[in-house]
């Protein structure tokens, strides 16, 4: 797997992968990306890795081109935790309240970077 095209948020280790979100020990919210503080309470943050399966709460199919992906492209927004939803490209068809995993999406261009995106899981 390439680099991460931003190790802030996504970190590649070998054939795995996760994001990276702010976890406030003051409250409990959960910001992703991360933010140094918290949006809520501004207390500091503390690096916290995002479960890697979640539900799909909404999504949208566009169809303008985006990095990697030829269009008609579909947008998934998936909980990945009670607090953090993410948006990301979904591979394959999707439906409200299917499980999905999170998974490397290859960025063309001239760095090759890796980011991420959705694509159907087991339950």
């Known amino acids: ?12 280790d070998g054939p795995t992968m996760h994001l990276i ?9 959960v910001a992703f990306p991360r933010r140094r503080h918290c949006p ?7 690096e916290h890795p995002l479960p ?6 909404s999504y949208c199919r566009i ?3 985006l990095p990697g992906a030829e269009p008609p492209v ?5 909980e990945l935790s009670p607090q953090c939803t993410v948006q990301g490209v ?6 409200i309240g299917d499980r999905v995993a999170l998974v490397p999406r290859q960025i063309d261009g001239t760095d090759n970077h890796t980011g ?6 087991a339950s």
């Open 1 to 12: 797997m390439n680099p991460s095209f931003d190790p802030a948020i996504l970190v590649t």
């Open 21 to 29: 979100s702010g976890l406030c020990p003051d409250c409990g919210a």
């Open 40 to 46: 809520r309470c501004s207390a500091p943050t503390h």
């Open 52 to 57: 890697t399966v979640g539900v799909v709460r």
């Open 63 to 65: 169809a303008l081109p």
């Open 74 to 78: 579909t947008l998934v927004r998936v």
């Open 90 to 95: 979904m591979d394959g068809a999707v439906d």
């Open 116 to 121: 991420f995106g959705f694509a159907g899981c």
